[in-house]
T-cell receptor, first 115, second 112 residues
Framework: EAQVTQNPRYLITVTGKKLTVTCSQN?????MSWYRQDPGLGLRQIYY???????DKGDVPEGYKVSRKEKRNFPLILESPSPNQTSLYFC??????????????FGPGTRLTVT | DQQVKQNSPSLSVQEGRISILNCDYT??????FLWYKKYPAEGPTFLIS???IKDKNEDGRFTVFLNKSAKHLSLHIVPSQPGDSAVYFC???????????WGAGTKLIIKP
């Protein structure tokens, strides 16, 4: 089954404790992206990757890191989480070049709470 | 300032009637618009899209209308079914780095 998986689905952590949210897709997609969803704001892009070893900042990259060592994986790293990073996070992938014309496939989401 | 706005946080419609979800945008350079649907505890899934060179696109029960002069688009669902109850996001292709700009979503509730 074609899918994007994220782990963990739920995470409660404390300020400053480094964490990683994994994302994996089995569709051989070139483009992958991370979003956060907050009430009243819709989805905002954190980072995206056009291909292996190619990543770029989205609209809200501060406090986040990503890496793309393999085509299928695109982990999101919070080196020192803060309460304002409490949010619902989505990973997405698409078959296109990230120009916005292509359908994106989303993971189920990771709900992160930072206390 | 939000460039893509969905001003109705929620909408309740009787089963079998038409659902109309609205979306306004501020940037006249946007050239492509998409609607995504999201169920609880799942990620958004693509529903339908429209290019700025068209004013209507239809796919089964779903039709999207684009009014460029008013910078407004709408999604019509006819007839509405219980399985349509979800949050609907409008998104527009940005003109700077071509990434999608998303609205805040509208929660559609279909009443039996």
């Amino acid at each position: 089954e074609a899918q994007v998986t994220q782990n963990p689905r739920y995470l409660i952590t404390v300020t400053g404790k480094k964490l990683t949210v994994t994302c994996s897709q089995n569709m051989n997609h070139e483009y992958m992206s991370w979003y956060r969803q907050d009430p009243g704001l819709g989805l905002r892009q954190i980072y995206y990757s056009m291909n292996v070893e190619v990543t770029d900042k989205g609209d809200v990259p501060e406090g986040y890191k990503v890496s793309r060592k393999e085509k299928r994986n695109f982990p999101l790293i919070l080196e020192s989480p803060s309460p304002n990073q409490t949010s619902l996070y989505f990973c997405a992938s698409s078959n296109g070049d990230g120009t916005g014309y292509d359908e994106q496939y989303f993971g189920p989401g990771t709900r992160l709470t930072v206390t | 300032d939000q460039q893509v706005k969905q001003n109705s946080p929620s909408l309740s419609v009787q089963e079998g009637r038409i659902s109309i979800l609205n979306c306004d945008y501020t940037n006249s350079m946007f050239d492509y618009f998409l609607w995504y649907k999201k169920y609880p505890a799942e990620g958004p899934t693509f529903l339908i899209s429209i290019s700025s060179i068209k004013d209507k696109n239809e796919d089964g029960r779903f039709t999207v209308f684009l009014n460029k002069s008013a910078k407004h688009l709408s999604l019509h669902i006819v007839p509405s079914q219980p399985g349509d109850s979800a949050v609907y996001f409008c998104a527009a292709r940005g003109d700077s780095n071509y990434q999608l700009i998303w609205g805040a979503g509208t929660k559609l509730i279909i009443k039996p």
